[in-house]
């Protein structure tokens, strides 16, 4: 059974705390993704990697970075997390140019205190 | 990339058949059409795609004009179980940077 994990379900910080959250695939895909989402707004990609060291931007990637040290894991990095980084993130992956589908976690839902 | 436009809600009963249209009139000749449904407090599961006229799998039906302009989800029997929400999306699956990009979704709910 294909498995996208992210390591925590809830998550509480402090403002001005570095964050980490980290997604592991068991599938060998190369690409892997980081999307919020909040109410009424869908789903926004944050960043994306479709390789090992390598990381495109996405829509909204003002205060958050990224790492890809291994193909099966992509971390998502808060530098100093604010109030307004409250939000469900989802961390993906998919098979490179075979497929549309992509193959998401089960959320990380983190508030910022 | 392609805009897409659908319903933001819907409502049905248990046992009838739901179609979702979305509309993407931009929609380029390398784009495939995609559908996600997401249930509350989980991430998005893919359910279908298709490049042209009709695709079907065990949970539901795709149907694309010849234009390419518009697409139809179909959910045949819907129950309880079926009340998420259902994203559609467009794009080039080509060149191994296909990049799923979601929309605010319609959201479908299934009375009893």
């Known amino acids: 059974d294909v498995k996208v994990t992210q390591s925590s379900r809830y998550l509480v910080k402090r403002t001005g705390e570095k964050v980490f959250l980290e997604c592991v695939q068991d599938?060998?895909?190369?690409?892997m993704f980081w999307y919020r989402q909040d109410p009424g707004l869908g789903l926004r990609l944050i960043y994306f990697?479709?390789?090992?060291?390598?990381?495109e931007k996405g829509d909204i990637p003002e205060g958050y970075s990224v790492s890809r040290e291994k193909k099966e894991r992509f971390s998502l990095i808060l530098e100093s997390a604010s109030t307004n980084q409250t939000s469900m993130y989802l961390c993906a992956s998919s098979l490179e140019g075979r497929s549309t589908e992509a193959f998401f976690g089960q959320g990380t839902r983190l508030t910022v205190v | 990339l392609a805009k897409t436009t659908q319903p933001i809600s819907m409502d049905s009963y248990e046992g009838q058949e739901v179609n979702i249209t979305c509309s993407h009139n931009?929609?380029?000749?390398?784009?495939?059409i995609t559908w996600y449904q997401q249930f509350p407090s989980q991430g998005p599961r893919f359910i279908i795609q298709?490049?042209?006229t009709k695709v079907t799998n065990e949970v539901a039906s795709l149907f694309i004009p010849a234009d390419r302009k518009s697409s139809t989800l179909s959910l045949p029997r819907v129950s309880l179980s079926d009340t998420a929400v259902y994203y559609c999306l467009v794009g080039d699956r080509a060149g191994g940077s296909y990049i799923p990009t979601f929309g605010r979704g319609t959201s479908l709910i299934v009375h009893p």
């Open positions: 931009n929609i380029a000749t390398n784009d495939y």
């Open positions: 990697s479709y390789d090992v060291k390598m990381k």
């Open positions: 599938m060998d895909h190369e690409n």
């Open positions: 298709g490049y042209k």
